[in-house]
């Protein structure tokens, strides 16, 4: 990043790339959690599930590139060792559940994962709203996908 946009960050740069940095490990534990979920479920409504969860998985990576770019962005570096993804995120991690056809359980656990998000991703548009606005606006564009997968999800929850 150049120095203007350098100059442009009024928040503290280390406390901006920690909160980036949990973010980014949301997003790889959340695209883990739907890709194996995706290749573990089975029944009778398991391709409609399946595809879902496929393409969300791969919009949960992009979240996870686009908050990379603005770790780089501002010095630092995204999680290098992937055995620190889960001690570096901030919602953790719901495996899917033993039984591949319980799919109430893998929703009400992909909904708990959207909601942490949604807080998250809420608190930091408001943190950066003013201090760091690209981080602010990186925020604002993943909160908007949450709140549109957690309305997806809410919505099979309720036909099943
Ligand atoms: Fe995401
Ligand atoms: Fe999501």
């Known amino acids: 990043m150049g120095k203007t946009g350098r100059e442009i960050v009024k928040a503290n740069v280390s406390e901006v790339i920690s909160d980036l940095l949990k973010a980014y490990s949301d997003e790889w534990l959340a695209h883990y959690q739907y890709w194996v979920a995706a290749v573990w479920l089975k029944g009778v409504d398991a391709d409609t599930f ?3 969860l496929m393409e969300m ?3 949960e ?3 996870a590139e ?3 770019k603005r770790i780089i962005q501002l010095g630092g570096k995204p999680v290098l060792d992937f055995g620190k993804l889960l001690s570096t995120s901030g919602c953790g991690y719901i495996p899917p559940p033993e039984d591949p056809t319980d799919y109430v359980k893998l929703i009400k656990d992909i909904i708990k ?3 942490c998000a949604i807080k ?3 608190a930091m548009v408001e943190k950066y709203r003013t201090t760091d606005v690209v981080t602010h606006e990186v925020f604002e564009e993943l909160l908007e996908d949450e709140v549109e997968d957690e309305q997806t999800w809410e919505d099979f929850l309720a036909k099943l």
Do not use: G
Request: no cysteine.
């Open 50 to 52: 399946r595809q879902v």
């Open 57 to 59: 998985s791969q919009h």
């Open 61 to 63: 990576l992009k979240h």
């Open 66 to 68: 686009k908050l990379a």
């Open 113 to 115: 994962a959207e909601e």
């Open 120 to 122: 998250f991703y809420s």
